[in-house]
């Protein structure tokens, strides 16, 4: 039982280039978030999902995309790279109530130069 | 909107001291309140939550509180070990909308020294 996988651990990318960072989970929850956390300001929302083919965006959409085409995986889609995405991204899960824990991967360090 | 805010950091305590860090929120209707914990190079864990006002939750030596009067969640452990080094993170789940996003506060280093 992996829980939340995330990949890469790392990543540096040029202005301008895309990258999808993965997320899987095997925990068999419906709802899924991307947030990114940046220095001293805690963690935001990017995009979430409540199931397969349901997603809808958080308050930081800007420069991503997300899919949901199975309940296990949430990828994560950065088109054109800014610097201002330099990040540590988190996907988490939750079983589906509001009082559920969400239960986090170990993130994805991102540097856009 | 909702909104968290927590004492600001860094935290440097002795072995052994008492720890508080105090958590207030804004928010409209009942959320529910967690804290979370971030060890270096790890993603967020769950350390406590509470659903409801006079609420107590607790885990691993530490405890908080759901005050719904002064919409408070503060932190607190009676003692503290340099395991305990770590960011801790204050949130809300909001009682509105489609969605049971997490608002965070921003974070509170705590270091402890041996």
């Known amino acids: 039982n992996a829980g939340v996988t995330q990949t890469p651990k790392f990543r540096i990318l040029k202005i301008g280039q895309s990258m999808t960072l993965q997320c899987t989970q095997d925990?068999?929850?419906?709802?899924m978030y991307w947030y990114r956390q940046d220095p001293g300001m805690g963690l935001k929302l990017i995009y979430y999902s409540v199931g397969a083919g349901i997603t809808d965006k958080g308050e930081v959409p800007n420069g991503y995309n997300v899919s949901r085409s199975t309940t296990e995986d949430f990828p994560l889609r950065l088109e054109l790279a800014a610097p201002s995405q330099t990040s540590v991204y988190f996907c988490?899960?939750?079983?589906?109530?509001?009082?559920?824990?969400?239960?986090f991967g170990p993130g994805t360090r991102l540097t856009v130069l | 909107g909702d909104s968290v805010t927590q004492m600001e950091g860094p935290v440097t305590l002795s072995e052994e001291a008492f720890l508080t860090i105090n958590c207030t929120y804004t928010?409209?209707?009942?959320?529910?309140l967690f804290w979370y914990v971030q060890y270096p190079g790890e993603g967020l864990q769950l350390l406590l939550k509470a659903t409801k006002a006079d609420d107590k939750g607790s885990n691993k030596g530490f405890e908080a509180t759901y005050r719904k009067e002064t919409t408070s969640f503060h932190l607190e452990k009676g003692s503290v070990q340099v395991s305990d080094s770590a960011v801790y993170f204050c949130a809300l789940s909001g009682s509105g909308g489609s969605n049971y996003k997490l608002t965070f506060g921003k974070g509170t280093l705590l270091t402890v020294n041996p």
């Open positions: 988490a899960t939750q079983r589906g109530q509001r009082t559920d824990t969400q239960y």
């Open positions: 928010a409209t209707g009942y959320p529910s």
């Open positions: 925990m068999n929850h419906n709802y």
